[in-house]
């Protein structure tokens, strides 16, 4: 089955904790990206990468890592996470990127 | 940078009725999407607009895609409770896709 898996689903963590969220696609898609979801405000894009090895900043970057070292694994890291990274978040990728964009199941993080 | 408004927020609606919501951007984009979550799930690809007047219909739904390739609306007739969720339209320009903030919907039976 296509499909993208972000692990994992609940996290909850302390302040200053380094911690990673997991991400890999089985569709062969050259994009992925990174989005955070917030009440209010839709999905803000965090990162994105358009093929291995090349990443670019999206809106809100500050504060999160990524890497694209294979084409199907694209990790988010949060070096040093902070209560105002508290969302959910979701992964995605596009076969082009300029096509419709397939979505993980999302990451419920807590930072407390 | 590019933003993307869309309008209504909130849409409550009696079973049968029918809604539109309206999505606007700052800049010309070369595409736009739509996608549908789920109360608890993950947003779904609906459909992508190219062309400038476009519009497509998937059973109850209908899309537009303006002229001047900087709006669009997403029409549902007789809504059913199956049409609950919130609906995002997305702007793409450059390989960035950028999301509105979604219309959700609650539907009374």
């Known amino acids: 089955e296509a499909q993208v898996t972000q692990n994992p689903r609940y996290l909850i963590t302390v302040t200053g904790k380094k911690l990673t969220v997991t991400c890999s696609q089985n569709m062969n898609h050259e994009y992925m990206s990174w989005y955070r979801q917030d009440p209010g405000l839709g999905l803000r894009q965090i990162y994105y990468s358009m093929n291995v090895e090349v990443t670019d900043k999206g809106d809100v970057p500050e504060g999160y890592k990524v890497s694209r070292k294979e084409k199907r694994n694209f990790p988010l890291i949060l070096e040093s996470p902070s209560p105002n990274q508290t969302s959910l978040y979701f992964c995605a990728s596009s076969f082009t990127g300029v096509y419709g964009y397939t979505f993980g199941s999302g990451t419920r993080l807590t930072v407390v | 940078g590019q933003q993307v408004m869309q309008i209504p927020q909130y849409q409550h609606v009696q079973e049968g009725e029918d809604f539109t919501t309206y999505c606007n951007s700052s800049?010309?984009?070369?595409?736009i999407q739509w996608y549908k979550q789920r109360p608890g799930g993950h947003p779904v690809f609906l459909i992508q607009?190219?062309?400038?007047?476009e519009v497509k219909k998937q059973k109850r739904l209908t899309f537009q895609f303006g002229e001047a390739k900087k709006n669009s609306s997403l029409h549902i007739t007789a809504t059913q409770t199956t049409d609950v969720g919130t609906y995002f339209c997305a702007g793409s320009n450059d390989y960035k896709l950028s999301f509105g903030a979604g219309t959700t919907v609650t539907v009374r039976a």
């Open positions: 607009l190219v062309k400038s007047g």
């Open positions: 800049t010309t984009l070369s595409n």
